[in-house]
Each structure stands twice: as structure tokens, then as C-alpha cells.
């Protein structure tokens, strides 16, 4: 069984940080890319970052300079460091694990950045 949990969200004031995990399990992790996508209320899902299983990274624009991506692969786990958070960073955050036939989505963590 495939499992796909992401931790780490909370309450932030702007120009605070979090550190959000995403652990995979039923995988071969270090063979899938990772992603994150956000998406806040009234508004579509976009992109945020991604890491391939080769550790090629990808940011939106919006978040370069403030976003980090990263993996462990000992620890089955993608990680999003975000500083300089700002109010219309808001979102639940979802992780992706994609692999060469399925993809697999976590449930989410809401992210909220309010004074």
C-alpha cells in the first residue's frame, strides 16, 4: 500500500518560515521525483517545486530565493523549507510522488501566514 503524508504546516507570521516533510511509503523512493504543488482557497492548484530522483531541482518563480526542495532517501522524505513567508503563500500544500506509471498525492497541510 502506497502512502503519501505530508507534516509540518501551522499558523506563521509573514516573514516567518516552516519546514514542511513528506514521507512516501510502498515505494522505491529514491527511483520517483517529488513535487509540491499548493493550492488556496478559490483558486486552481499550481506548482511549487519538484526534485527528481537524480536530485534535479525546479522552482516557480514566485518562490525563488525563499523556497527550498530537498530529499533524504534514507529517510524516504521530501522537504520544502520556506522562509520569507508571505500572506499569499496561504495554501494547503500537497505532495507528489511520481513514478514511471503512477503518481501518487498525500491528503495536504494547510500553511497559514497571517499577522
Known amino acids: 500500500q502506497v502512502q503519501v503524508v505530508e507534516s509540518g504546516g501551522g499558523l506563521v507570521q509573514p516573514g516567518g518560515s516552516l519546514r514542511l516533510s513528506c514521507a512516501a511509503s510502498?515505494?522505491?523512493?529514491?527511483?520517483?521525483?517529488m513535487v509540491w504543488y499548493r493550492q488556496a482557497p478559490g483558486k486552481q492548484r499550481e506548482l511549487v517545486a519538484s526534485?527528481?530522483?537524480?536530485?534535479?531541482?525546479n522552482y516557480q518563480d514566485y518562490v525563488k530565493g525563499r523556497f527550498t526542495i530537498s530529499r533524504d532517501n534514507a529517510k524516504n522524505t521530501v522537504y520544502l523549507q520556506m522562509n520569507s513567508l508571505k500572506p499569499e503563500d496561504t495554501a494547503v500544500y500537497y505532495c507528489?510522488?511520481?513514478?514511471?506509471?503512477?503518481?501518487?498525492w498525500g491528503q495536504g497541510t494547510q500553511v497559514t501566514v497571517s499577522s
Open positions: 510502498g515505494v522505491i523512493f529514491s527511483l520517483y521525483g
Open positions: 526534485i527528481t530522483s537524480g536530485g534535479r531541482i
Open positions: 507528489n510522488a511520481v513514478g514511471p506509471r503512477n503518481n501518487y
